[in-house]
């Protein structure tokens, strides 16, 4: 047997097992989205329709029936995959950002490093909803006293929790806080496989730090960054728990808060169709990176 055959022998257990657990739900959610919304008969479900959810998602007639609308650009911060793209946009590059940055500076020898680190992933580890409760104390008018000196700066509204764009950035605060640890460790373990004699040759030949960080430290850690920002995307593109716990949806209406909404209504075939149109916006920006980090490889190579 072939080394191509045996690896994929190898594989076939982990992929029986996804087509279980991701394949089948993902059909399932595709063909439910296809058929009717049987509001007032005696079966969930009503009759096949085809594409004829997708249309109305999408040309916005059914918007009448939505919590809010999946996409409009006559009130951005109402769209849900406008909220949800603008949040996940300015969160991974903020983000990833300060991930490297700090990844960096915990690569480097210095005392107390091991205690630096595990501060540094505390706040990856605490709960979404725990997290979503204390910045809504934070930001409480009556309660905090930042929101005041915040609101005499022309930063913030009187109220943040009841403006979408308050709301908005408080988010993006919390998604950024949440995850800059998550994806340090990720970059972290990248520079960790970076050979040291490369830097002792670059201090020989006169490099300074930022060429050092230039011409080794990005192009080596590249690959590594990109797949920590598929992870920091498809989560930010899932945000949900963190909304509801901090300033719901109805504020802060992202695709996940449209698709729970759209269930509590009992639109099992709406719902699911707006589902699967996520998954396949994830599933694209997913491919992007993918793209990508197969261009940065072969350039390596």
Known sequence: ???DRYGYLLIAPMFLVLSVLAFYPLARTFWVSLRADDL???????AFEGIRNYWMILSGDANVVLSYPFFSLENPLSSALVVTVGITLISVVIGTVLGLGMAVILNKEFRARSVARTIVILPWAIPIVIQGMMFY??????ISSLVEPLHDLGVLSANPLVSSRDSMLMIILIDVWRKVPFIALIIMAGLASIDRSLYDVAKVAGASKWQQ????????????VLIGMIFYTISSMKIYGIVEASTGCST??????LVVDTFRMQRWAMASAIAFLTALIIGGIVMVYLVQFRAGVNADE
């Open 1 to 3: 047997m072939d080394e």
């Open 40 to 46: 007032y008969g005696t079966e969930p479900i009503g």
């Open 137 to 142: 104390l934070l930001f409480q008018p009556s």
């Open 213 to 224: 960080f230039r011409l080794i430290t990005l192009p080596l850690v590249k690959p590594v």
């Open 252 to 257: 802060v209406p992202t695709l996940t808060c």
